[in-house]
């Protein structure tokens, strides 16, 4: 055991929040360290953002392809190529990858080390190195950006059979004959539309009464609408309860839906049923850092934990598990420590899009979430075929929606569902970070024809 190493600060991680944190931490002079036991980058390059819409455009193009006759060009049969798509998303992560790693290794006062941390007291640590050998250190602050990883469900047999989850699932070398996908949410969707294009049959089964539940009804309705015109199979209301394989290796599904008992079979099986966090590697209770019932760490609105100079950001402190919510986490403790600022997470927007196609851009309060709190509610709705520049490419699935407070006339959120939706998503929410009001989109000069020019038609339908 080699003596304690001590460090200004030492970053757990090298997320999409904790990578910019540790330059900026050195970049001011102080001695820091990123401890990463897997692959600089976190989830998003790795195994999230990068690779997934990477083959989300693979996918694009076949489906494309397919719809060639409908654009009056004639083409040949579409073959899918999976060690091609998957060589070109191998390709592109390593690209962000090693991007990350070398800006890292080049930054002064900042040292990168690979192995897997622990806890061993308030601000100390062990860290086992990939070598095998162990050293401890010790920090003034330490930062824990430990993300998350895929989670499983409580299924009879899950254990016995082989699963994929939304990492391997990309590393198939062929398509899969039938997907079956245990998950009805974001991560859940976009692989079962993905395969769809490839040319697996797919089954999608959620427990609830619709798809991505923080939805709108009407909006996540309208997303069903959208697979079930791919093909996909959407079963709601429906719960898996045992899986087994069969002597040919393929996967039966047995759920219990309205009509009872039902046995589906599949040639492959993802979950995609949410992610605990790696939390549970660290030995929190040595440093006395309080956790939620699910393992995630518990910080306030300035990202700290319950120990002084002990904070958490990124996936590992719960919330919406996205690459720009990290980044902005990262901003909220730069700004405080090294700028004197008092920025918070609180009352922060938090944008998203869902990489199904059409895109979903979502950003503020839904309808729903508008109504629940009492607020003076209107609402402008419009389907995606009152779209010119939709109905031009021939894209115009989906639909527009927005949520404005009667009483200021501002825009309180929207979902956009359509091509390009989080582009368009993006202007609005401009519009409400500049608090204006819908009137001014409504009567705004936008070109033509373009997909933003949709607004005027959609705010000149607030219903009163």
């Given at each position: 055991?080699t003596?304690?190493?001590h460090?200004?600060?030492v970053?757990?991680?090298?997320g999409?929040g904790?990578?910019?944190?540790?330059?900026?931490?050195?970049?001011a002079?102080r001695k820091t360290?990123?401890?990463?036991?897997?692959?600089v980058g976190?989830?998003?390059i790795n195994?999230?953002?990068?690779?997934?819409?990477?083959?989300?455009?693979?996918?694009?193009?076949?489906y494309?392809d397919?719809?060639?006759?409908?654009?009056g060009?004639q083409?040949?049969?579409?073959n899918?190529?999976m060690v091609?798509?998957r060589?070109?998303?191998?390709?592109?992560?390593d690209t962000?990858?090693?991007?990350?790693?070398?800006r890292?290794?080049?930054a002064?006062?900042?040292?990168?080390?690979?192995?897997?941390?622990?806890?061993i007291?308030?601000?100390e640590?062990?860290?086992?190195?990939d070598?095998?050998e162990?050293?401890?250190?010790?920090?003034?602050?330490?930062f824990?950006?430990?993300?998350?990883?895929?989670?499983g469900?409580?299924v009879?047999?899950?254990?016995?059979v082989p699963?994929?989850?939304s990492t391997?699932?990309m590393?198939?070398?062929?398509?899969?004959?039938?997907?079956?996908?245990?998950?009805?949410?974001?991560?859940?969707?976009?692989?079962?539309?993905m395969?769809?294009?490839?040319?697996s049959?797919?089954?999608?089964?959620q427990?609830?009464?619709?798809?991505?539940?923080?939805?709108?009804?009407d909006v996540?309705e309208?997303?069903?609408?959208?697979?079930?015109q791919?093909?996909?199979?959407?079963?709601?209301?429906?719960?898996?309860?045992?899986i087994?394989?069969?002597?040919?290796g393929?996967?039966?599904?047995t759920v219990?839906?309205?009509?009872?008992?039902?046995t589906?079979s599949?040639?492959?099986?993802l979950?995609?049923?949410g992610?605990?966090?790696?939390?549970?590697?660290?030995n929190l209770?040595?440093?006395?850092?309080?956790?939620d019932?699910?393992?995630?760490?518990?910080?306030?609105?300035r990202?700290?934990?319950?120990?002084?100079?002990?904070?958490?950001?990124?996936d590992?402190?719960?919330g919406p598990a996205f690459?720009?919510?990290?980044?902005?986490?990262?901003?909220v403790i730069?700004?405080n420590l090294?700028?004197?600022?008092?920025?918070?997470?609180t009352?922060?927007?938090?944008?998203?899009?869902?990489?199904?196609?059409p895109?979903?851009?979502?950003?503020?309060l839904?309808?729903?979430?508008?109504?629940?709190?009492?607020?003076?509610?209107?609402?402008?709705?419009?389907?995606?075929?009152?779209?010119?520049?939709?109905l031009?490419?021939d894209e115009?699935?989906?639909?527009m929606?927005?949520?404005?407070?009667?009483e200021?006339?501002e825009i309180l959120?929207?979902?956009i569902?359509?091509?390009?939706?989080?582009?368009?998503?993006?202007?609005?929410?401009?519009a409400?970070m500049?608090?204006?009001?819908?009137?001014?989109?409504?009567d705004?000069?936008?070109a033509?024809?373009?997909?933003?020019?949709?607004?005027?038609k959609?705010?000149?339908?607030?219903?009163?």
């Amino acid at each position: 055991m080699t003596p304690t190493q001590h460090y200004d600060a030492v970053v757990i991680g090298s997320g999409q929040g904790g990578n910019p944190l540790a330059g900026a931490l050195a970049g001011a002079g102080r001695k820091t360290a990123v401890i990463e036991r897997e692959h600089v980058g976190g989830t998003c390059i790795n195994e999230g953002c990068t690779p997934t819409k990477t083959m989300v455009a693979s996918a694009k193009v076949a489906y494309l392809d397919r719809r060639s006759a409908d654009y009056g060009v004639q083409n040949d049969p579409v073959n899918v190529d999976m060690v091609e798509v998957r060589r070109r998303k191998r390709e592109i992560v390593d690209t962000f990858r090693g991007g990350s790693e070398q800006r890292l290794e080049d930054a002064e006062n900042l040292d990168l080390i690979r192995g897997e941390a622990r806890f061993i007291g308030p601000k100390e640590l062990e860290v086992r190195l990939d070598g095998g050998e162990t050293v401890r250190m010790s920090a003034e602050n330490v930062f824990i950006n430990v993300g998350a990883r895929p989670g499983g469900v409580p299924v009879d047999g899950l254990d016995d059979v082989p699963t994929l989850d939304s990492t391997t699932v990309m590393e198939l070398d062929e398509v899969p004959e039938h997907l079956l996908v245990l998950g009805g949410g974001y991560v859940g969707i976009e692989f079962a539309q993905m395969f769809r294009r490839f040319g697996s049959e797919v089954t999608v089964v959620q427990r609830g009464p619709q798809l991505l539940s923080r939805e709108d009804t009407d909006v996540a309705e309208a997303v069903a609408e959208i697979l079930h015109q791919d093909g996909v199979e959407v079963l709601l209301n429906t719960e898996a309860q045992g899986i087994r394989q069969d002597e040919s290796g393929g996967i039966r599904l047995t759920v219990n839906e309205a009509d009872g008992e039902r046995t589906l079979s599949g040639s492959h099986l993802l979950v995609a049923a949410g992610r605990p966090p790696n939390t549970d590697l660290l030995n929190l209770e040595a440093a006395g850092v309080e956790t939620d019932k699910r393992g995630f760490v518990e910080v306030n609105e300035r990202l700290e934990t319950n120990v002084p100079g002990v904070y958490a950001l990124g996936d590992a402190k719960g919330g919406p598990a996205f690459t720009h919510v990290s980044y902005d986490d990262y901003r909220v403790i730069e700004g405080n420590l090294l700028n004197s600022e008092n920025a918070t997470i609180t009352d922060r927007l938090v944008p998203y899009t869902v990489f199904i196609d059409p895109q979903l851009g979502r950003v503020g309060l839904s309808e729903a979430e508008a109504r629940e709190q009492g607020r003076d509610v209107r609402v402008a709705s419009m389907p995606m075929s009152y779209v010119p520049r939709a109905l031009e490419m021939d894209e115009s699935r989906g639909m527009m929606k927005a949520v404005i407070d009667g009483e200021t006339s501002e825009i309180l959120g929207c979902a956009i569902l359509g091509v390009e939706g989080g582009e368009i998503m993006a202007m609005i929410q401009i519009a409400m970070m500049g608090k204006m009001p819908y009137t001014a989109l409504r009567d705004g000069v936008f070109a033509h024809p373009t997909l933003a020019e949709s607004l005027n038609k959609l705010f000149a339908m607030v219903d009163e």
